[in-house]
């Protein structure tokens, strides 16, 4: 079955610090995966997908198709940060997302 | 056009009553979807639109739900006879193609009494 597991709901951490936010996945075929952002009082948004390769707002992720995981990282947290984080899958085939359960990120000054 | 829209942005109904919420996409996009997200979980997804023809629904959409995209545009999601366990956050979102970036609208909250 599909699924996507984030296995923190809550990650607190002081500004400068660095974070992880952890998400496995299990999936038969070649997904694709993505972190999606939602700040406070805001909708929820694309931060990044593998395909892509990029680095936003300094966070990057990597694929690891043996551990199946695809973690979120950022060497030094900022307090603008703060906000609910969503690891999600689809497949090439199919457009539906599967989501975490989210990790809410808290940076403290 | 700044974004996916949906209406109303809250709802309180009584148990048996039937709703209807509504989601514009953004104006060229040709892929609507809908989620139910629950407190404490991710979006859940319930089904899909290319153009005009709904391509997927989750077991999750029981009969008591409906969704429609009539000319290709702006969809609505009706649910009737609502129960308590309804009562969620309906998403909205919507992509240019397959593989493209889904672009979330705010949501429509549901509270069923």
């Known amino acids: 079955a599909q699924r996507v597991t984030q296995p923190e709901k809550l990650l607190s951490v002081f500004k400068g610090a660095p974070v992880e936010l952890k998400c496995n996945y299990s999936?038969?075929?070649?997904?694709?995966l993505f972190w999606y952002v939602q700040y406070s009082r805001q909708r929820l948004q694309l931060l990044l997908r593998?395909?892509s390769r990029e680095s936003i707002k300094g966070f990057t992720a990597d694929l690891n198709k043996g551990e199946t995981s695809f973690h979120l990282k950022k060497p030094f947290a900022q307090e603008e940060d703060s906000a609910m984080y969503y690891c999600?899958?689809?497949?090439?085939?199919?457009?539906?997302?599967?989501f975490g359960t989210g990790t809410r990120l808290q940076v403290f000054p | 056009d700044t974004g996916v829209s949906q209406n109303p942005r809250h709802k309180i109904t009584k148990r048996g009553q039937n709703v209807t919420f509504r989601c514009d996409p953004i104006?060229?996009?040709?892929?609507l979807y809908w989620y139910r997200q629950t407190l404490g979980q991710g979006p859940e997804f319930l089904t899909y639109?290319?153009?005009?023809?709904?391509?997927?629904k989750s077991r999750l959409l029981s009969d008591r739900f409906s969704a429609e995209r009539p000319k290709g545009s702006f969809s609505t999601l009706e649910i009737q006879r609502t129960e308590q366990g309804d009562s969620a956050m309906y998403l909205c979102?919507?992509?240019?193609?397959?593989?493209?970036?889904?672009?979330f609208g705010p949501g429509t909250r549901l509270l069923v009494l």
């Open positions: 979102a919507s992509s240019l193609d397959l593989t493209g970036t889904q672009y």
């Open positions: 999936y038969s075929g070649s997904p694709e």
């Open positions: 593998h395909i």
């Open positions: 999600a899958l689809s497949s090439y085939n199919t457009d539906k997302l599967i």
């Open positions: 104006s060229e996009h040709n892929r």
């Open positions: 639109f290319q153009n005009e023809a709904q391509l997927e």
